[in-house]
Each structure stands twice: as structure tokens, then as C-alpha cells.
């Protein structure tokens, strides 16, 4: 009884130890993702990052209350700290302006955000 027991083990731990080794397709993990910055312009590109990632705090309602009085609602007003620097300096994490978006751990946008960011603002900062 006991030896039949002890052999059980041993084969539920057998068949364990086969089935747990998996080795995952780095391509279906981590599936490569290209960053089109190609003509970008407010419109079309950069207000949808600026609503997603910055209005919660820096829209025309919030931007007084929580958001330091920097208000990124609408081209002219991001075009202000587009011409001053300070758009790219906080995303960018430079040290030259305030890091953002806030977070407790210091995040950055998204790398693709950042580029598409920063080629518009490289190309002119257009509207459309």
C-alpha cells in the first residue's frame, strides 16, 4: 500500500514537472509595435495623448485646482509651453520642468507618446 501510494507521488510530480516547462514565443509576448510619427499634427495625433494622459489635471475646469495653473486644453494654450519648452522638458523628465504626468512612481508616457510628441513639436508644432 505504501509503495503504491509512494509511486503516485512519484508520478504526479513526474508529469508536474514535464507540463511546467513552457517556453513562451517572444514574439507573441512582447509583438513589436511600430511608432508612426509621420505628419503629425495636433489635431489628428497629439490631442488624443493630451486627453488621455494630461486633461484629467490640466483641462480648462481643473487646471487651477490640481493642475499648477497649467492648462493644456486647446492648441493655443499647449502651444504656450510647446514655445517655452516646457511640454517636452516634463515629459521628457529632463529636470528643466516639473516631471509629468504625476504618479508615485515618476512614470513617463509611453515611448511611442513621447516620440510622437516630440517629432511634432521638432516639425513645427502644427495645428493640422
Known sequence: ???????AIVAFCAILSTTGCYYDVEEELYPVTTCDTVDMSFDTDIVAILQRECLACHSNAAHQSIGGGVNLDGYDNVKTYVDNGKLLSSITHDGNASFMPKSANNRKLAKCEIDKITVWINDGARKR
Do not use: G, N, P
Not at 1 to 7: A, E, F, Q, R, Y
Open 1 to 7: 500500500m505504501k509503495t503504491s501510494i509512494t509511486l
